[in-house]
T-cell receptor, first 115, second 115 residues
Framework: AQSVTQLDSQVPVFEEAPVELRCNYS??????LFWYVQYPNQGLQLLLK??????LVKGINGFEAEFNKSQTSFHLRKPSVHISDTAEYFC?????????????FGPGTSLSVIP | EAQVTQNPRYLITVTGKKLTVTCSQN?????MSWYRQDPGLGLRQIYY???????DKGDVPEGYKVSRKEKRNFPLILESPSPNQTSLYFC??????????????FGPGTRLTVL
């Protein structure tokens, strides 16, 4: 079954520093990949998604992610973080081969931006 | 305003007392889904619905029921709640008939405590 790993449960980073949040998924021939963000006391909202095409995907709020098929990864990056980026970040995968109607979420990474 | 609403937002109840958490979306979306969020586990899908009168189990359906009698509403029913159902619940919807490639729009969440 498809699974999603987010290696870092918590990532503290200073304001204006770059950040990378890591995401790996189980090997599969064909996947769709997502990053969602959850601000405190709110529901999730989509940051970006990869369905096909260019492996570098740009999202909202200056975030981008790169799909690496050989390493089965979809790491999220931002070159300079702001205090307002403090939130929980979830990587999610849809395995077209085994779970056409479902999206599997990772356990989440809590990003804390330090002033 | 396009949105997914959930009620109630907070609920404390006792073991065995039936409850319903309502979910409504005003975007005419086909696909709706319920998730529970627990620390360290991320979001796990409980049930989903691809269209009116079409529902299917997610990864953790035990102890839950759903119905989809109209497109906009997708209530989650706990017939006999137990303490292990204490969690944060999210309803989500997306435009297509499958959840695998569309952006999902999440409600604000319902925090349920079962004593």
């Amino acid at each position: 079954a498809q699974s999603v790993t987010q290696l870092d449960s918590q990532v503290p980073v200073f304001e204006e520093a770059p950040v990378e949040l890591r995401c790996n998924y189980s090997s599969s021939v064909s996947v769709y990949l997502f990053w969602y963000v959850q601000y405190p006391n709110q529901g999730l909202q989509l940051l970006l998604k990869y369905l096909s095409g260019s492996t570098l995907v740009k999202g909202i709020n200056g975030f981008e992610a790169e799909f690496n098929k050989s390493q089965t990864s979809f790491h999220l990056r931002k070159p300079s973080v702001h205090i307002s980026d403090t939130a929980e970040y979830f990587c999610a995968v849809s395995d077209l081969r085994t779970s056409y109607d479902k999206v599997i979420f990772g356990p989440g990474t809590s990003l804390s931006v330090i002033p | 305003e396009a949105q997914v609403t959930q009620n109630p937002r907070y609920l404390i109840t006792v073991t065995g007392k039936k409850l319903t958490v309502t979910c409504s979306q005003n975007m005419n979306h086909e696909y709706m889904s319920w998730y529970r969020q627990d620390p360290g586990l991320g979001l796990r899908q409980i049930y989903y619905s691809m269209n009116v009168e079409v529902t299917d189990k997610g990864d953790v359906p035990e102890g839950y029921k759903v119905s989809r009698k109209e497109k906009r509403n997708f209530p989650l029913i706990l017939e006999s709640p137990s303490p292990n159902q204490t969690s944060l619940y999210f309803c989500a919807s997306s435009p297509g008939t499958s959840g695998h490639s569309d952006t999902q729009y999440f409600g604000p969440g319902t925090r349920l405590t079962v004593l």
